[in-house]
């Protein structure tokens, strides 16, 4: 089949669209996104019955537990989702605001004003809520989005773009706003890497070995976004009843996506306090535990840990534990260790918090709180488009501004160089 074809097709409707989204006003977009949310809720049977296709095709593959969990959808998601929208249209519209403005001694005015990044390609895993909170944020953000998600969750996908897209396109929003590419084939992948004419940008979200290939393989400016290996440090001066709280929730609340930890590392000044309680409550939960040698003394089911264990996203309800002598060493080991996600830190100390949040090099680095809420709803973002975990443009939850980029209005009185 000619990938490359319809690719190219959609790929020029996309920019069209995008051109017109660039100056199409915020009360349209704002229209538009709630007639998705709308579309979403009245099309809930439709979307759930796509979504069970999925499910029973997961399961017959053998998908986790977690992943299955990424994958399905409920009354209660699609609802989610459409909050998620409607919140986007309560959130001011980035495109055509002011950064900073200046005048030059020569007279010059000068503004620096955001802009779309117009065409955005979304290529991502098994969550079909990706499909919803992309294209609302690419709308509000003035950029047309071709989205291609992975082939488990293929008819919830088709599902939702297509309520999206025809809901969009009757508010008034550009027909091809909002596009997917409809087949699973790998070599669609390929051939959307290398669109340079149409696609402006793409932003990988999934696994590591997704990311690992779109980065590779792009010809198209990719933005980053990574996986999380996530640690929560239980320090010496931590409230033992917060920590446990906050531990469980990293890991337990849902472990398959990104921002749920992986490592628990405790200061072992409290380890005989702390971790009998905890390692028993992940037990009863069903965590399986790797844990370094001080940890399986306090729990028979504890698993030793390898060095692999260390690195690794598991996506799944498992979970290294590692007893550190100092602040220093919980530092060392997230250096060595972590992907500059989301790091926590529970501590009772002033001191080792700020030099917990100054010294840790991530995307979010939290005191007292768990690595759960680094996420575009819970940062009031509406929705995001992925967590980057790199340095340049945007960094963290990516919401309507990291969506955008710059352009200066220079407006002169005759001036010449």
């Known amino acids: 089949m000619d990938y490359l074809a319809e690719l190219k097709e959609k790929g020029a409707i996309a920019k069209k669209a995008a051109a017109r989204l660039a100056v199409t006003p915020a009360t349209v977009k704002n229209k538009a996104l709630h007639a998705m949310a709308d579309g979403l809720e009245a099309g809930a049977d439709h979307i759930l019955a796509a979504n069970a296709e999925d499910m029973v095709a997961g399961e017959a593959k053998g998908m986790s537990t977690a992943l ?8 209660a998601r699609i609802a989610d989702m459409a909050a998620g929208l409607r919140q986007l249209a309560a959130l001011p519209d980035p495109v055509g605001e002011t950064v900073e403005g200046w005048q030059r001694p020569n007279g010059l005015a000068i503004a ?51 309520i999206l897209a025809k809901a969009a396109e009757e508010a008034g929003a550009p027909a091809g706003s909002i596009q997917l590419i409809a087949t699973t084939d790998r070599a669609a992948v ?7 004419d149409y696609i402006d940008v793409i932003i ?25 290996v996530c640690h929560v440090f239980v320090d010496a001066s931590a409230d033992l009843t917060m920590a446990k709280d906050i531990a469980f929730n990293a ?15 405790v200061h072992r000044a409290v380890a005989e306090d702390f971790l009998p309680p905890m390692l028993a409550a992940y037990h009863e939960a ?13 729990h028979p089911a504890v698993k030793e840990a390898g060095e692999t264990d260390w690195a690794t996203e598991y996506h799944d309800l498992i979970v290294s534990v590692r007893i550190v002598n100092s602040l220093a060493e919980a530092l060392a080991h997230i250096a060595a260790y972590g992907t500059r996600h989301s790091e926590a830190i529970v501590t009772s100390n002033l001191e080792s918090a700020r030099r917990f ?61």
């Open 286 to 298: 069903g965590v399986e535990v790797r844990g370094c040698t001080g940890t399986m003394c306090y």
């Open 204 to 228: 990988p979200r999934g696994g590591a070995g997704l990311i690992q290939t779109v980065v590779e393989n792009s010809t198209v400016p990719v933005i980053e976004t990574g996986i999380g």
């Open 251 to 265: 890991k337990v609340s849902r472990p398959g996506v990104c921002n749920a930890m992986e490592t628990l590392l």
């Open 357 to 417: 949040q100054a010294e840790v090099d991530a995307a979010a680095v939290y005191v007292n709180a768990s690595t759960r809420f680094t996420d575009g709803f819970e940062f009031g973002f509406g929705a995001e488009i992925g967590i980057s975990t790199q340095k340049l443009h945007a960094r963290g939850p990516m919401g309507l501004r990291e969506l955008t980029s710059v352009k200066y209005l220079v407006n002169g009185t005759g001036q010449i160089r």
């Open 68 to 75: 299955l969990d990424r994958l399905a959808l409920t009354k």
């Open 112 to 162: 620096k004003v955001r802009v779309p990044l117009g065409v955005i390609g979304i290529i991502y895993e098994a969550r079909p809520n990706v499909t919803a909170d992309a294209a609302g944020l690419c709308l509000k953000s003035g950029n047309a989005v071709i989205l291609r998600g992975g082939s488990e969750a293929i008819n919830s996908n088709l599902a939702v773009a297509g």
């Open 190 to 196: 390929n051939a959307m890497l290398r669109l340079n």
